[in-house]
Structures are given as C-alpha cells and as structure tokens.
C-alpha cells in the first residue's frame, strides 16, 4: 500500500494559526477522507489556515469516544488506497487526544503514519516549566473523589523526589481551582509547582513557583485551559 495516514495538528487557540506549519495545508490537500474529533470545529479550523481548501470534497468521519465502530470504516478507506487525515480538536492527535486506536489499525496494515508538526499542549508547558524534561510522566486526568485525589498527588510527589522526574496532568477546567487547591494544602513547601495556562493564546501564561511561594497569592484560573506540572 502506498498510501498515507496523516496526523494533522490543529491549533490551541484558535487565533493562534501561526503555530501551524505550511506544509499542514499541502498535506490535508492530498488527503480523501477526513477523520475528525469535531466535524464543525475542524472544519472551521480547515479554513481558517487555507481558504482555497475544498472542505465538501473530503469524505467526512467523526472519531467517537470508543473509536472501535470506527474502525471497519477506517480499514475500508484505506484498502481503497485513499489517504486519510486525522485530526483531533487541539494540538496533536494520539497525544492525550482520540487518533490512538485508529493509529494503531494502520501500523498493523503495513500503512505509512506521516506525524506531522504542530503545537503540543503538554510538550510546550514542559519546555517552559524549568522541570526535568529528560524524565517526565504525562497522568491524564487525577482521580476525582477528593481522598483518591490526595492520594495520588502524594504518590505523584513522592515519586518525583525518588526519580527526580516531572510529573504532568490535566483537569476539566471548570475544576481547576479545587485542583490547584489541593496540590498546595497537600504537597511539600519546596515542592516545584508549574502552571501553564492558555499557551499558544495572547494571553499566555506559565509560571513555576515552589508550593509556598504559590501560597502567597490569589489564584483563578476557573474554566482555562491548563496544564500542571509538578516537581519534588
């Protein structure tokens, strides 16, 4: 097969197309079929970076949250030779996005991946943070129940200090505050705190801070965009 599976990389924030390389454009052009997170969403995303891109001329797919109906259809596409581009709702997919299972379908069937470019949530906020970038650990989303919670950022703490590594995690914005709360009630004074918040955007912000100086000051960032990172 010489056909390709393209990762398409889309935006952070949605002013931000300058953080999309030329090449992106050619790439969706010499696809057939489009698999996306959001339809609507990509399809604006689309357009915004190439106005001349024929959005109707691509065969559209949504990438449901098990992906597994998806998969027939997939291996269909790409039997009949199409190229198919993927392309999940910020930043890269198969990078704490929907893409992975799909992925994987076409590394079995012997099919190029061409990754492609682009801005990455986690790896931005890591190269900004002043953490140990050789060893980190990205965790997803931290248990919800509160003692859960605790416990885990303890294990994350601990863990840090005894491999000297960053750890990384994400919260649903609207629970931010109650997430930051907890890391600074129940993680050490000197413990490293970073939190990187609307990257990419004009109103960018990413600040690491030992846990007693975060302390000090008044904290909201209620339904933001953000991603934590923690060093003990």
């Known amino acids: 097969m010489k056909n390709t599976v393209y990762l398409i990389p889309s935006v952070l924030d949605e002013a931000a197309t300058n953080t999309i390389p030329l090449y992106i454009i050619d790439a969706v052009k010499n696809c057939q079929v489009i698999f996306a997170e959001n339809e609507r969403t990509t399809r604006r995303f689309l357009k915004s970076i190439c106005k001349e891109i024929v959005i109707d001329a691509f ?7 098990t992906e597994e109906a998806q998969i027939n259809i997939f291996k269909q596409a790409l039997s009949a030779g199409k190229n198919i581009a993927i392309i999940s709702e910020a930043g890269c997919p198969g990078i704490a996005d929907p893409g992975q299972i799909l992925i994987a379908v076409a590394q079995e069937m012997g ?7 682009g801005p990455s949530s986690i790896l931005l906020a890591l190269m900004a943070s002043g953490m140990n970038g050789q060893s980190f650990e990205f965790l997803g989303y931290l ?3 509160n003692n859960d919670r605790i416990r885990k950022i303890k294990e994350l703490e601990q863990s840090s200090k005894k491999n000297n590594s960053t750890k990384i995690f994400i919260e649903t914005p609207y629970r931010n505050n109650q997430l930051i709360e907890t890391v600074l009630k129940n993680c050490l004074p000197a413990t490293r705190f970073c939190i990187a918040s609307q990257l990419t955007a004009a109103n960018e912000y990413v600040q690491t801070k030992k846990i007693q100086d975060w302390k000090k000051q008044t ?14």
């Open 219 to 232: 904290i909201d960032f209620h339904k933001k965009p953000v991603i934590f990172l923690l060093s003990a």
């Open 143 to 145: 248990p919800i129940d």
């Open 111 to 117: 099919v190029t991946v061409k990754p492609l470019v």
């Open 59 to 65: 065969e559209w797919f949504t990438i449901h949250k």
